[in-house]
């Protein structure tokens, strides 16, 4: 009996003592090997590190109105084991979320306990899913980007994709700078799941993102847009172009590609749309690059009175492989007239006289075969061979914007150079970066260099005046103000084909006014189109370039020439408060004509907001 007794208390021995081991190697484990784990585990149970994000920085034009904004959006989620009928509550939720029921049922029955629906709903859609009394379904609020001006500015602005990270435009550009630093918190909880001090665990403190102030124009930008999308459809125009800036600071007052598209729901739109087409696209010229070959001829020295024969229309060169002709039958034409009339001919004649390295020199020189340095993401340089690689008949070709690929922003910044003395100025689309009224950052430019002499610049000026007043640009005169440029119709080439097309052109306009102190460089263009089968810069595009230019100069408080300004009270109208015409005071004589700029400045949203404020 006494053997049994002390062989079971062996046996417990034994076993208390294998039990006593195996906890021992368990708490070696739990404190020594998995140590660093278990703590992790339960940090993450009694700390938890939230992260909020920063509201994103606006975008404002340069009087300060907004033109993108952030602002709190609901976004639903479903918690899928609190669901009872799937199936059920997919078919309520499809007909306000628009997303196929079988999409939203195969959400609803997932194993988890959060999924997504949709993020970013308007207010009435969220009201509309609150009525439904759904169980299972939850919103938490984020920053939703807003283009409280819809479709104006887009290919400028670019948007935001659903993580409001910037994917084009001024967004993508600026990202860095809106998307400002998302705060972080540790938060300590105690046995019941209770917060504990969250303050005291403050990482990193949220700071928001910085505005964007642009140097473009609200109202500016509307005028150019309203006028471009209303010749596209008297012509039927693939797209309209229209870049305007000031020639003695290089700030771009409107930057617009019609047509474009509404950045709060960009994904309904085709990519195409998307593209800021005056700094991305590359056009051949036309006349307008007749610019070039006047310029490169001042400054070598020769006389606008000097005579060329322009064949009557028609004249082969480079072996007769290639024909230019002019529309009409010219003779004997002084390198004034020939500029002023638009000949092909001539213009190739004076080009030959100067010579091929000349043209090339003073083309570079105004800018092109390069980068503008805007600043605009896909920015192309255009095409300007070298000129080793020029063929017999490409100095004939080239010097009337024919074999030269330009951008718009080029184009308009070197007549800018012509408008402020010679003087070619980086274009700066961005005013300067800011939070809360204070700057952080003015964006820094290389210091404009000067292309052209004081002199030459003048008689360029002056050269181009005639164009307007004589020549093929009479339809851009603004009465009262005085316009200078050129006009150009380029032929399209044809793809697929050898040549150029007979009917597919671009027409376009480039000048600047007053004439006498020139306020805005402009250039308008059309990617085809035609008036009653006809497509040319004077029909087309001078006639819009005319009204852009006018409504401008009044909303900038230009006074016509004749007319006097008697008393303004501010130099500078205030942030969403246009200018007043009845603050400038006219003659008697044009009382009539104030009366007609009220009428037109009334049909501009911001201008009629202030005038019916106004006492």
Known sequence: ?????????????????????????????????????????????????????????????????????????????????????????????????????????????????????????????????????????????????????????????????????????????????????????????????????????????????????????????????????????????????????????????????????????????????????????????????????????????????????????????????????????????????????????????????VGAGYIYEMARRLGFGSKSGVGFPGESGGILRPLKRWSSTSLASISIGQEVGVTPIQLVMAVAAIANGGVLRTPRIVDAVERDGRVLLRPELPAPRRVLSPRVSRRLAALLRKVVTFGTGRSAEVPGYGAAGKTGTAQKVERGAKGYSKTKFVTSFAGFVPYEKPRIALLVMFDEGNIRGAAWGSTIASPVWKRIAWQTMRYLRVPPKGARVVALKEDVFPPSRPPRPERVSLSEKMFSLAEKVRSILHGVPSLRRSMEQAP
């Open 1 to 353: 009996m006494m053997k049994g007794f002390f062989t079971r208390l062996i046996v417990c021995g034994v076993l208390v003592g294998l039990g006593f081991g195996v906890l021992v190697v368990k708490l070696f484990m739990i404190q020594i090997r998995d140590r660093k784990r278990l703590v992790a585990h339960a940090d993450r149970q009694l700390r938890r590190t939230l992260f909020v994000r920063a509201k994103r920085g606006d975008i404002l034009d340069g009087r300060g109105r907004p033109l993108a904004v952030s602002m709190d959006a609901p976004s639903l989620y479903a918690d899928p084991r609190e669901v009872e009928n799937p199936s059920e509550a997919a078919r309520r939720l499809s007909k306000i979320l628009g997303i196929p029921r079988g999409k939203l049922k195969r959400k609803l029955s997932r194993w988890g306990r959060y999924v997504w629906l949709r993020r970013k709903l308007t207010p009435g859609e969220k009201s509309r899913i609150l009525a439904l009394n759904q169980p299972g379904l939850g919103f938490v609020t984020e920053s939703r980007r807003f283009y409280p001006k819809r479709e104006l500015a887009s290919s400028l602005l670019g948007f935001v994709g659903v993580d409001d990270n910037g994917l084009a435009g001024m967004e993508l550009v600026f990202e860095k700078d809106m998307k400002g630093r998302p705060g972080r918190i540790r938060i300590e909880r105690d046995a019941k799941g209770r917060s504990v001090h969250p303050e005291a665990g403050i990482v990193n403190r949220l700071e928001p993102g910085a505005d964007i102030r642009l140097t473009v124009d609200e109202v500016i930008q509307y005028i150019v847009e309203k006028e471009l999308r209303l010749q596209l459809e008297r012509t039927g125009a693939r797209r309209a172009i229209g870049v305007m800036a000031e020639p003695t600071t290089g700030r771009i007052l409107a930057m617009a590609t019609v047509p474009g598209f509404n950045p709060n729901a960009y994904g309904r739109y085709s990519p195409v749309l998307w593209k800021q087409a005056a700094v991305q696209n590359v056009y051949e010229p036309g006349s307008t690059f007749k610019i070039v070959t006047a310029a490169a001829y001042l400054s070598s020295g020769r006389k606008l009175t000097k005579r060329y024969f322009a064949e009557e229309g028609e004249y082969r060169i480079g072996g007769g492989r290639m024909v230019l002709h002019d529309l009409k039958k010219f003779g004997w034409l002084t390198a004034e007239e020939i500029i002023v009339k638009s000949s092909n001919i001539g213009t190739y004649k004076m080009a030959k006289d």
